[in-house]
């Protein structure tokens, strides 16, 4: 059915919160799901970005301390265009739209243009920020009450006679700022902190007052700085910090030390870590919480896609006899999903492998069954690997037996010669199969910077591929060189050996060789490192 062409647009004015992508709301993600148009500042994490439809418009209007991608007026004549030719936009704002985000002149705009909008909230980092950072803005013991007041005056407060930006002073009064309230948060104030703590000197609080600053609060990369009014310029020079953070004054900055939780690397120890992952997307959700659970910083390089083969032919076959196998062997989870779409296809389900024992290749697997198929494998070895589970193999008695093998097209051919030398009649059936993607350049140059502490590798195909978008022929070759400072993770000794033919010594090859057991060894290895 064809839309209406006049239908009418609207925008949706969402608050993405604070970094961590964790902390978007339930319906700011249903709305952004549902956008044609998506507009987003520098604060919005590249995660929630994903939960917007593919063939989405992403349009990028970040603004940075004195460098604006648009104009105020070019944002505002961009949403309503966009809406009035019948689009659902999604203005994506980092905090909440309606703390020091402008999202009321965006409101406004629209309102004027007789555009419809809705406001969704978010958690503003004068909150989220200093939580993150183990400071309560509030507490029965320190403070009963905040403020939360701009670190700068409007853009254009020369043309109206105001102080430029960045400079603290302006509409404010300073002396009833000063005490407003037991806590002062200061959005945007790392420019204006000498004139910020001058003011507040000046007009009551004491030099000794706790004074903390937040850089990047929620996000892996978060800083924080403490001090007093006395010496927290000093302080903030010396550590370099810059833009964006969030300035905290009062006493409750003294609970940070005890309430210290995201940032502390007993808790988080892998905070602050760049990771990447190349695992395909459909893959990686798993590694990717794991990882952020314990505080890094994941980047997303899917060096592989996994795609079904469209010919199933062969497989309906095995599906609809599968009383004559003795075993079947999962050696992927990747496999478990084009299993359970075909059973549903052919109206069949797990009472169909009754006379049929399943092995898997390792726990992963083996949860994956349970979870899409409903069948808990009767056999997984100590070691994820074809060798591990043919050594393992517990029917010893494989002569006539015949082995239904559903697999990727590409894998080894170890477990299937191994299986056939014990007796045993192998019917190897590919299902799918993994496609190489290309990369951004954003990897290589990160590389280049030096800004990457560990690189996953979950099976060879994702070295093979990594190898080939960065045009690494060899650890010998010039680009090659880029990754002898960085961690090189492997799953397994498979995947390590692979690594191995580029030239390459793996950094780390998990024991147990699963997700779990990756993460794991990234944390041994950097709790060493220190």
């Given at each position: 059915?064809?839309?209406?062409e006049?239908?009418?647009?609207i925008v949706y004015?969402i608050g993405?919160?604070p970094g961590d992508?964790g902390?978007?709301t ?17 604060l ?18 970040g603004?940075?301390s004195a ?7 070019e944002?505002?004549?961009?949403l309503?265009r966009?809406a009035?030719?019948g ?6 704002k ?15 705009a629209?309102r ?23 400071i309560?803005v509030?507490?029965?013991d320190a403070?009963?009450?905040f403020?939360?007041i701009t670190?700068h005056e ?6 109206s006679?105001r102080?430029?930006?960045g400079?603290?002073e302006?509409?404010?009064?300073w002396a009833?700022?000063?005490?407003a309230?037991?806590t002062?948060i200061?959005?945007m104030?790392v420019e204006?902190?000498?004139?910020i ?5 000046e007009?009551?609080?004491?030099p000794?007052?706790?004074?903390a ?5 929620t996000w ?8 007093t ?5 000093d302080?903030v020079r010396e550590?370099d ?8 004054v009062g006493e409750?900055v003294?609970?940070r030390e ?5 940032d502390?690397p007993?808790?988080q120890?892998?905070f602050?870590?760049?990771i990447?992952?190349?695992?395909a997307?459909?893959q990686?959700?798993g590694l990717?919480?794991?990882?952020r ?5 994941v ?6 896609r996994i795609?079904?083969l469209?010919d199933?032919?062969k ?6 006899s599968?009383?004559r ?5 999962i050696?992927?989870v990747n496999?478990?999903p084009?299993?359970a ?12 492998f009754?006379?049929?024992?399943v092995a898997?290749?390792?726990p992963?697997?083996a949860?994956?069954?349970?979870e ?7 056999f ?5 690997v074809?060798?591990a589970?043919?050594d393992?193999?517990?029917d ?6 015949r082995?239904?093998?559903p697999r990727a097209?590409?894998a080894?051919?170890?477990l299937?010669?191994?299986l ?7 019917d190897v059936?590919?299902?799918?199969e993994t496609v190489?993607?290309e990369?951004?350049?954003t990897?290589l140059?990160?590389?280049m910077?030096?800004?990457i502490d560990a ?5 060879s195909?994702?070295?093979?591929n ?14 090659g ?22 030239g ?9 060789h699963t997700m779990?057991?990756l ?9 060493k490192r220190?």
């Amino acid at each position: 059915m064809l839309e209406p062409e006049n239908k009418q647009g609207i925008v949706y004015l969402i608050g993405a919160g604070p970094g961590d992508p964790g902390l978007l709301t339930l319906r700011g993600r249903e709305l952004l799901a549902q956008a044609d148009v998506v507009v987003y500042d520098r604060l919005v994490h590249p995660a929630v970005l994903d939960y917007a439809r593919a063939e989405a418009l992403r349009v990028f209007v970040g603004k940075a301390s004195a460098r604006h991608t648009l104009t105020q007026e070019e944002i505002n004549a961009l949403l309503i265009r966009h809406a009035q030719e019948g689009k659902r936009v999604a203005r994506l704002k980092g905090g909440d739209p309606f703390v020091f985000g402008r999202g009321g002149e965006e409101a406004e705009a629209c309102r004027t243009a007789g555009v419809p909008f809705v406001v969704v909230p978010g958690i503003t980092s004068a909150i989220a920020a200093p939580a993150y950072a183990g400071i309560p803005v509030t507490h029965r013991d320190a403070a009963s009450s905040f403020c939360v007041i701009t670190g700068h005056e409007r853009e254009d407060a020369k043309e109206s006679g105001r102080r430029t930006a960045g400079q603290a002073e302006g509409r404010r009064d300073w002396a009833r700022l000063a005490r407003a309230a037991d806590t002062l948060i200061f959005l945007m104030g790392v420019e204006a902190l000498p004139e910020i703590v001058a003011r507040l000197q000046e007009h009551g609080r004491e030099p000794e007052t706790p004074i903390a600053l937040v850089q990047w609060g929620t996000w892996p990369q978060q800083r924080v700085v403490s001090g007093t009014l006395a010496n927290i310029v000093d302080r903030v020079r010396e550590a370099d910090l810059r833009p964006p953070a969030v300035c905290v004054v009062g006493e409750v900055v003294r609970l940070r030390e005890r309430l210290r939780w995201f940032d502390d690397p007993k808790r988080q120890p892998l905070f602050g870590k760049r990771i990447v992952v190349t695992r395909a997307r459909e893959q990686a959700s798993g590694l990717v919480d794991m990882l952020r659970a314990r505080g890094a910083e994941v980047l997303e390089y899917p060096t592989i896609r996994i795609e079904k083969l469209e010919d199933m032919t062969k497989l309906d076959e095995a599906l609809r006899s599968l009383a004559r196998y003795a075993w079947m062997v999962i050696t992927s989870v990747n496999t478990v999903p084009v299993i359970a779409e075909r059973l549903e296809a052919l109206e069949l389900d797990a009472r169909a492998f009754a006379m049929t024992k399943v092995a898997a290749i390792g726990p992963a697997t083996a949860s994956v069954l349970r979870e899409k198929l409903g069948i808990r494998a009767d056999f997984v070895p100590t070691e994820a690997v074809a060798e591990a589970l043919v050594d393992q193999w517990p029917d010893m008695e494989m002569r006539g037996k015949r082995v239904f093998l559903p697999r990727a097209r590409e894998a080894r051919e170890v477990l299937p010669e191994r299986l056939r030398a014990m007796g045993a009649m192998v019917d190897v059936i590919p299902v799918y199969e993994t496609v190489a993607m290309e990369q951004p350049g954003t990897l290589l140059e990160d590389l280049m910077a030096g800004n990457i502490d560990a690189i996953t590798f979950t099976a060879s195909s994702t070295v093979k591929n990594l190898m080939q978008a960065l045009a690494i022929g060899s650890a010998e070759s010039k680009l090659g060189a880029y990754l002898k400072g960085v961690c090189l993770a492997v799953i397994g000794p498979v995947t390590g050996q692979t690594l191995k033919e580029y030239g390459f010594e793996p950094t780390i090859v998990a024991e147990e060789h699963t997700m779990a057991g990756l993460v794991k060894a990234l944390e041994s290895y950097f709790a060493k490192r220190g």
